[in-house]
């Protein structure tokens, strides 16, 4: 599998796969999110690819202070086969060459499946209250 930088060229494809993944959703516009990662810091949007086809994707961001995952995404027919594994190293090793101490992300509480993905990956649960507000 080959991890790269998303391209412009990969956008209907990353949106189908996200799709896929039912990570698309009521407020969950693929193409706005797809456009806003590519204004604010594009190099940690990374796609994995096997065989020219995209199989997974995810986004991190840094702001100075932690760091977030978003939209990890592995083609269903690609899972348990490390490509989850191969992006989020990834997308570690470009936040921690930026300097980042902590990585944050939120799962579903009843995505018990991804939950012990991110287990597996040393990630453990913080015994924090996540609050959100929508603008």
Avoid at 39 to 48: A, I, K, R, T, Y
Avoid at 102 to 109: A, D, F, T
Wanted: charged letters at 25%; one cysteine or more; glycine letters at 10%.
């Amino acid at each position: 599998m080959n991890i790269r930088r998303f391209e412009s060229a990969d956008e209907r494809a990353v949106v189908a796969l996200w799709q896929r993944c039912g990570l698309d959703g009521p407020r969950n516009d693929p193409v706005r999110d797809i456009a806003l990662k590519r204004s604010w810091q594009p190099e940690l949007f990374f796609v994995g690819e096997l065989d020219g086809t995209v199989v997974g994707t995810v986004m991190a961001g840094y702001e100075g202070h932690r760091g977030w995952i978003n939209y990890l995404a592995v083609d269903p027919d690609a899972q348990r086969h490390g490509v989850g594994r191969a992006l989020m190293l990834a997308a570690e090793d470009s936040l921690r060459a930026l300097g980042c101490p902590k990585i944050n992300l939120q799962v579903r509480s009843v995505n018990e499946a991804v939950v012990a993905f991110y287990r597996h990956l040393g990630y453990a649960v913080d015994e924090v209250i996540s609050l959100g507000k929508r603008l």
